[in-house]
Structure formats: C-alpha cells, structure tokens
C-alpha cells in the first residue's frame, strides 16, 4: 500500500520573469545561460549549489574529457567557442594543466583546478549578463515557470524557453517529455566517487599512474579486492596533488545506484567514502611518492554518469559515435570514444573510423512533444551507447552553447524550437566561434 499525504494549494510568489531559463550549472548549463546572455536575452541559470562547475567540481571530476580528438593521426582540440573561452580563463588563473595522453596515444584529456574552474565559470557568466540563482532546488514546472525552494521559500521563475541541464532531466520528465534510463536491462553506469590526494612528490611518483594500477593488479592476484579495474589517479595542474577517479558505487544487489532514487544516493554517499578510504589507504602504503600524502577533498556528492536520457527527434547512438557520423543540423563534434562503466570494470570502445570524432545534430537537444524546452549536457537524447561517450565536458559544452544560441533564434524569429532553422543556428554559432565539424 502506497502512504500518501494530502498537501494543501497554495500560492507561490513569482521570484523573477525571464526569457531564457537555465536549469543546471554543469558545463552544458555554463554555455547554454552564456550563450542566452550574450545574445541579450533575459537570462537566469538555476543551480542547488553554491558554485558552477555540476559535476566537474560538485563531483570532484577536475578533469575536462571530449575537448580533443585524433583526428587521422593528430591530436586537436575539436571543441571550442564558449569551452575556449573556460579555459582561458583557467589558463590565467593558473589552473589548467596542458593535455595529457590517456590509452597508450588514443586521446587527450585536460585536468584543471577546481577552485579555479568555480572562479572562471562565475566570471564567465557575470560578464555574459547571466543572473546565477544559487543555493535553488529545482522541484516542479508548469508550462510557463519553473518552481523552485529556496532558504527564502517556494517560489517560481517564469520564462519564455527554458533548458534543461540538470543531467538527471528532472524538469524536461516534470513536463512529460518521454525519457528512458540505463541499459534496457535494468542497469545504469555505475557511478563513482572522486577524490583528491594532497601531498604527493611529484618527482618520486613519476608515473605513477601507470605504477598504481599495476599495484592493483598485483594485490587482486594475491586476493585483495578493489571496487573496480582501470584506476585512474593522475596529477592535477599542481602535481603535488592527484585525483583518484577507481571506485564504483554500488548497492548492495550488485546494481548501479540511481541518481534520481533518494534512498540509493543516500547509501551511495557513505559507500563512496568508505570506498575512498580503503583505495586511499592501498595507495599511501603502496606507490612511492605517496607516503606522505593525505585525501585533500572527498568530492561533495557521488558522481553520477547515468540517469535519464529525455528522448528527443533524434538519439544519437553508440554506432554514430563509432562510425563518426555526420548530421546535416550538426552544431559541434564530440571526440571522446565510449566508456562503459560496467560491474567492476570500464570498457572503453573506440572509433572505428580514423576521423576520430562525430558530429552532434541540433534534434538531439528537441525534446519530443513540449514545446518552450530545450535538454542539453548528459540528459540530451542519446542511446545508453552514445551517452557513454557524449556525456562528457566537451560536447556537453557544445550542446549548450547551440541550446542557449537556439533559444535566442527561436524568440527573435518567433519560431517553434523543433522548426527552427538550422541553417541560421550553424552560421551564429560559426560567427561565435564553434566548430562544427
Ligand atoms: C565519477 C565521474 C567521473 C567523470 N569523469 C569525467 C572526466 O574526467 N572528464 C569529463 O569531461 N567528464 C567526466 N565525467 C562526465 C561528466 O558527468 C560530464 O562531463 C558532465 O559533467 C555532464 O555535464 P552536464 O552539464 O550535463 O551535467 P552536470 O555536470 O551533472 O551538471 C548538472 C547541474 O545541475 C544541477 N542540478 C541538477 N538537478 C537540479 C535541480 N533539481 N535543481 C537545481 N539544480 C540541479 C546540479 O547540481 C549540477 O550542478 C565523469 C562523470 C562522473 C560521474
């Protein structure tokens, strides 16, 4: 029997009326409210947090994935336009490291700071007019507003065109967009808790990176066990600390904890740490550089990778992302091959074409059948193949830099988001900066 309370109706004062709303402040959310803002556009970017960065700092990433790609033998950086401009940004704060090669040469990756990357992204959307409402807890929508709790009480933001960047999808499900979650066979991506390792010597670890996993490796042959293979514990742009990204987050039936049950995070939080713990302990008595070091953050939640995936006109697949596809409404390209956290292990599948990236079409971030709404970053329409590799930074960066800039050209053209014309959405966000591939 389902026990249910009866709440009472009631009347929620209007905190704000904007023409865009931004729900989310990962790195789809940054260039989606942007994007808005600098076209002039009314723009307010919803966050429960106290900083920017979604994942990327809230779940201790410090690491930007998918900016890069082999490109017939090179390494390029394929994203850019808004994501540019971060890391710049970092770059002068002195927070972000040069690319670093993963898989043996196959890709790059970028680590950076994360108290940096806070400062940047807020500065960033200061000076694109964006007005950042912290410390909001987005918990319903109707057609026209948005609802949210505050320290100051329920309240609503009412908007015009409103993007959903929340990764988990939750205002794109409120308004009845179809969605589906994990793998069809009752599975996610396993979820990890990230930490960072202060005090290491740089000179004595080397690359240790490659030394810890065989450590691992070594001690599951003697019987220790460790919550997944394929550690990955690099240097940050300081290399006196590393982040340690090795743990998977399970329940106690061996399924992935869901990010949108309250029970299932709750328990994913404390296993997180205590999973933590005992890699962190492994690594101090093992790796050399590492005797002094100490757990500098445990990131503030359990890195989430896979919720819903709001279905939108089209989903992009695992075979796009394999085969490079092309899209004649592409807006921006994703590099990042698929990386399929399954138990105990990651698989990492890479192109299958030597271009080495794929487009992201513009029906990827048009949710079906609401209309005013826009979903861009992890949650956007994806197979569960093709959100194991584009949900990382990079194309998350491009998805909301087209998702901000269509809003705009949806309102001065007075067009239906889902007829919008592509043509006029591709030469804007050339004019800013983006590649599309
Ligand atoms: C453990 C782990 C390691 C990863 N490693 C990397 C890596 O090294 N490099 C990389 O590029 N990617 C990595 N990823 C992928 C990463 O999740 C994505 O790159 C990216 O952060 C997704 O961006 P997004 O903007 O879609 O969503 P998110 O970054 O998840 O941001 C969503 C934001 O919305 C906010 N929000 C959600 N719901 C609400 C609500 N109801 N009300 C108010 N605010 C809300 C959240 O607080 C958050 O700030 C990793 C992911 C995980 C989980």
Redesign the pocket.
Known sequence: MTMEILEEARRTPVLGEYEVVV???????IAAAAAAGRAGRRTVL????GFL????T??G?A????LHAKVHGEHRQVVRGIADEVLSRLKALNGLAAPHMLFGGKIQ?QAYDISAYKIAADELLASSNVKLLFH????GATADALLIETKSGRRALRGRIFID????G?LAAWRGAPYEVGDGKGNMLY??T?YRIGGVDPQKAGNAWERIAQLMEEAEAKGRRFPRKKPIVRPQPNPVEWRA?LTQIRNPDGSAVSGIDARQLAWGEREGRRQVWDTFQFIRETAPGFERAYIADIAPQI???ETRRVKGEYMLTEDDVLDCADFRDAIGVNGWPVEDHVAGSVEFRFQRNDRGYNQLPYRMIVPAGVDNLLV????ASMTHGGQSAA????P?FVM?QAAGTAAHLALKTRSRLSTLDVAMLQAQLKNQGAWLG
């Open positions: 729900l989310g402040g990962g790195p789809a959310g919803v966050e429960r947090y960065g979604g994942a990327g809230a779940a990433l690491n930007f994935c998918g990756a909001a807890l987005a918990v960047c929340s990764g988990d939750d979820p990890s990230m990204n890195g989430i990778r861009a970053g992890r949650c949900r990382v930074s990079g998350c909301g």
